[in-house]
Structures are given as structure tokens and as C-alpha cells.
């Protein structure tokens, strides 16, 4: 393993995958509105997916009571993603909601791998993202629901910016280390 990183096979992908995630994000700062559609509308359809397999599996159930609860799990799954659908302001509204929750758990998250890992100097790169994460999650929640149609694209375009840092400047620094004589 540490030949792929030191000859690059492994980092390299890596440091692609930071790269992606850099215009992505500058993507979706520069089109907020259209990000978080775009999102909402992404997660809908997961919905449908999801309800869509709960009807099919209920065809698959061994009794009466599994398949009728396995059809009305799949049919509210279905009306959610109608919903988000019919109405994607209010999807977008409800998924900045739970993206300022996602964003403290992220954050809270990456200080705790910070402090695990801090006797490494690279390792700042951690709390650098959880400090941020945890900041993106206050700012959401301090602007909700007002502001909900620039924060999904806006903020999430941010917090992929700066993911997308982090993984490339660790996957270098991982490199390097890779690198030196043992």
C-alpha cells in the first residue's frame, strides 16, 4: 500500500476526487437556486426509488400484515416525493433544515477526528473543516427558513469547496509522507 501512495496510484484518484469536488462547489455557489432544485429534485426521486421497493418487496412478503405495511410505507414514501416534487421550494425549505443538522454532525465529527489524530501536523486540515462545517450549520439555521432558496446551493457549494481542499491537501501530504525513506 504505501508504494501505491508513494508512486501515486491511490493519491491520485484522491486528489481527482478533491478537484471534482472543487467545481462542483464553485458550480454551485455560482447557481444557488439551481443547486439546491437540483438537489431537492435528486432526493425526491431517491424517494420514489425507495417507495417504488417497498411496494415491489411487499409482493415478497410471508403474511398479509407485512404486505400491507410494506405497501403503505411505499405509498407515503411515494406522496413525500410527490410532494417535493409538486412544491420544490418547500423541499428545498425542509432540506436546509436537515442540512444544518448534517452540517453540525460534520463538523462536530471532524474536531473529534482532529483531536484523535492532532499529533500530526497535516491533521489541521480536519479542524479547519469542522470549524467551518460547524459554522455553515449556525448560519443556516440563523437564516431559516428565509433564506433557504441561496443556502442549500450556496452553502453546500462551500462546504464542497473546502471538503474538496482538504481531501487534496491530505492526499498530498500523505504522499509526501509516502515518499520519505523508512
Known sequence: ?????????????????????????IMAVA???????????IIAWLIVFAG????IY???AKS????????????????????????????VATLTLLLAGLFF???????????QLWQR?????????????LLIGGLIL???????QWVVGTLVGLSMIVSGVTRAMMSLASRRLAALPT
Open 31 to 41: 447557481w444557488p437556486l439551481f443547486a439546491a432544485v437540483t438537489v431537492s429534485a
Open 64 to 91: 398479509v400484515g407485512s404486505a400491507i405495511w410494506d405497501v403503505l410505507v411505499g405509498l407515503a414514501y411515494l406522496a413525500v416525493a410527490i410532494y417535493v416534487v409538486a412544491h420544490p421550494l418547500i423541499g
Open 121 to 133: 501536523r497535516w491533521w489541521g486540515w480536519f479542524l479547519l473543516d469542522g470549524i467551518i462545517s
Open 52 to 55: 417504488c421497493e417497498h411496494i
Open 1 to 25: 500500500m504505501r508504494e501505491q501512495i508513494a508512486n501515486g496510484t491511490s493519491s491520485r484518484w484522491s486528489i481527482l476526487w478533491g478537484v471534482l469536488l472543487i467545481v462542483s462547489g
Open 58 to 60: 411487499a409482493f415478497h
Open 105 to 115: 454532525l460534520e463538523g462536530v465529527l471532524e474536531i473529534i477526528g482532529y483531536f
Open 142 to 148: 440563523a437564516h431559516w427558513p428565509s433564506s433557504s
